[in-house]
């Protein structure tokens, strides 16, 4: 494995996605028109997900060998990662989603309806955790995050992944129809970080179960379509997006710092 900055593996993701994505850009931008394309953005979208994934294969496989691929993914074949972890994944971002999406109501704000009918939550949550965001952890937490802590610490390590990990998100902004394109990009950094923190913890609180991170990512972009925060029917402030991302940030900076006192004490 990588011991120093891991610049393979960024390269290697980053060019992935963008590539792919550059085309999507260039259609939704004017500059080159496509019917074609506007059809088949989202399919092109989650290919271009994949990015940390061919990451994390390519430096495994040029840096240790074909074998060393087959080791890397049985770590993701458990899901007994105890009922408390389940538990803190469906608790701390069901309730962070209701919070932001109820909130803004007792000011004034108009409810935001679901956006999904409550009977395709469930292949809604498989779609999201295997192809709309929780295939990134084979790559972002499941390879590459313990190479940064390891070099910059938990605190540091997450940091500069959270913000890394928003960065590599950058083109949809650039694309219509997506849910970044009504997000503050600033705001989004600051989500990313409180999500790169708890996703790590929820990992270490799993016994290092990696399939779990899959899960929290998956059930990260499930919440938002049954507890809305995007007001996406007019040219709104988009506060309850800004209390949802306070809540995340607050969390992981609480939980970070947690674990930093307790890796102290134990070390003592």
């Known amino acids: 494995m990588e011991n120093k900055i891991p610049i393979r593996f960024f390269v290697v993701t980053f060019l992935f996605s963008w590539l ?14 496509s019917n074609f394309l506007s059809q088949i953005t989202l399919p092109v979208m989650l290919l271009g997900a994949f990015g940390p994934a061919v990451g994390a294969i390519v430096s495994l496989r040029s840096l240790e060998g074909k074998g060393t691929l087959k080791k890397h993914f049985k770590s993701y074949l458990s899901l007994n990662f105890g009922w408390r972890v389940w538990l803190a994944i469906f608790l701390v971002l069901g309730l962070s989603a209701i919070i932001a999406w109820i909130l803004p109501e007792l000011f004034g704000e108009n409810r935001l309806q679901p956006v999904l009918p409550i009977i395709f939550v469930v292949p809604y949550l498989l779609l999201m955790t295997f192809l709309g965001g929780g295939q990134e952890e084979i790559g972002w937490r499941a390879y590459v995050l313990p190479i940064i802590e390891k070099r910059y610490g938990l605190i540091i390590g997450s940091l500069i992944l959270g913000i890394v990990w928003a960065v590599w998100h950058l083109p949809l902004w650039f694309i219509p129809g997506t849910s970044q394109s009504y997000m503050n990009f600033g705001g989004f950094i600051l989500l990313c970080i409180g999500y790169s923190y708890f996703f790590s913890w929820i990992i270490a ?3 290092k179960q990696f399939f779990s991170g899959i899960i929290v990512h998956g059930a990260a972009n499930t919440f938002p379509v049954i507890f809305p925060f995007l007001d996406t029917e007019s ?34």
């Open 20 to 33: 792919i994505w550059a085309v999507l850009v260039l259609n939704g931008t004017g500059i080159i028109s």
């Open 235 to 268: 040219n709104s402030m988009q506060i309850r997006y800004w209390i949802y991302c306070s809540l995340i940030l607050i969390i992981g900076i609480i939980i970070v710092v947690s674990r930093t006192i307790k890796s102290k004490k134990n070390s003592i």
């Open 205 to 207: 609180a799993s016994g």
